[in-house]
C-alpha cells in the first residue's frame, strides 16, 4: 500500500487502479480489502497516514535490514526487546486476523457469485416461460381467428 501511494499517488482510488492494471485482481472487492487492511494495519501501527503514505520511514528502513539516519547516529533510540516481542505478536494476531477477513471476503464472495448465478439460471426459466405463453397465446389467436373465418364462410354458403 504504502509503495502504490508513494509511487503512483496517495489515496483509494489510486490503490484500486493499481490492483487493477496490476492483475493482481479485477474485482473491486479485492481492492478495498487490500485498502482497508492495509491502511487500518498501517494506521494502528503508526507507520502509515490516513492516505496510505509513508509516516514512519524509519520502521520501514529497519523492517527491509536498512539502518536508518537516526539508528546511524545513535543506538539509543532502540526499541527494548519486550516492546519489541509484543509489537511482533501484536504485528502476528493482526496478519492472521487479515488472513481471516480476506478469506472470509473471499468466501462471501463466492457466495454472491454463486447466487447471481442461480438468479441467471431462474431468469433464463421465466424468460423461457414467457416465450412460451407467448406462443399460447398467439395460438389462441390464430383458433379464434381460424373460427371466424370458418364462420364467415359457412355463413356464406
Known amino acids: 500500500m504504502a509503495y502504490v501511494a508513494e509511487t503512483y499517488g ?15 485482481s479485477d474485482a ?8 482497508q487492511v492495509g491502511r487500518g494495519d498501517g494506521e494502528y501501527l503508526g507507520v502509515l497516514n490516513d492516505d496510505g503514505t509513508v509516516k ?23 526499541i527494548p526487546e519486550p516492546e519489541l516481542k509484543d509489537l511482533e505478536k501484536r504485528i502476528d ?15 462471501e464472495l463466492h457466495n454472491l457469485t454463486e447466487q447471481v448465478e442461480q438468479q441467471n439460471v431462474n431468469l433464463q426459466k421465466h424468460q423461457e416461460e414467457i416465450e412460451e405463453l407467448k406462443q399460447i397465446k398467439q395460438r389462441k389467436n390464430n383458433s379464434s381467428l381460424l373460427k371466424k373465418v370458418k364462420n364467415y364462410f359457412t355463413q356464406k354458403m
Open 10 to 24: 496517495a489515496g483509494r482510488q489510486n490503490l484500486f487502479q493499481y490492483v487493477k492494471d496490476n492483475g493482481i
Open 28 to 35: 473491486e472487492g479485492s481492492a478495498q480489502a487490500i485498502w
Open 56 to 78: 514512519d520511514w524509519d520502521f520501514f528502513a529497519q523492517w527491509i535490514g536498512e539502518e536508518s539516519q537516526e539508528q546511524t547516529q545513535s543506538k539509543e533510540t532502540d
Open 93 to 107: 494476531i493482526m496478519n492472521d486476523e487479515n488472513k481471516q477477513s480476506i478469506n472470509d471476503i473471499k468466501e
